[in-house]
């Protein structure tokens, strides 16, 4: 069994921040990218951050500039620290990683339960 959990989102109010957690728990053997999607209401789900094993990142246009995403692989975690939030950052945050959980298995997306963000004008 494999869990991603998530903690840190709630009510901010317009050029605050906000700090999301993740932390992956469970049978794994190896975890290559971790990232942070989100939906917002009425929209599909798009990517927010991405960041590998090695620690190379990628950004939505959208947050550049104003997100950071960050992992210690040691303890599994993966964190977004969000600043400038903006109320068009309101969304549902999902964690996501791509893992293996023995030697021989293989990738396996993985997603967490999601967190709300929302950002009042």
């Known amino acids: 069994q494999v869990q991603l959990v998530e903690s840190g989102g709630g009510l901010v109010q317009a050029g605050g921040s906000l700090r999301l957690s993740c932390a992956a728990s469970?049978?794994?053997?190896?975890?290559?990218?971790m990232g942070w999607y989100r939906q917002g209401p009425g929209k599909q789900r798009e990517l927010v951050a991405t960041i590998t094993s090695t620690k190379n990142t990628n950004y939505a246009d959208s947050v550049k500039g104003r997100f950071t995403i960050s992992r210690d692989n040691a303890k599994r975690t993966v964190v977004l620290q969000m600043s400038s939030l903006k109320p068009e950052d309101t969304a549902v945050y999902y964690c996501n990683a791509e893992l293996r959980r023995t030697y021989y298995g293989t990738f396996a997306y993985y997603w967490g339960q999601g967190t709300q963000v929302t950002v009042s004008s």
């Open positions: 469970g049978s794994i053997f190896r975890i290559n990218d």
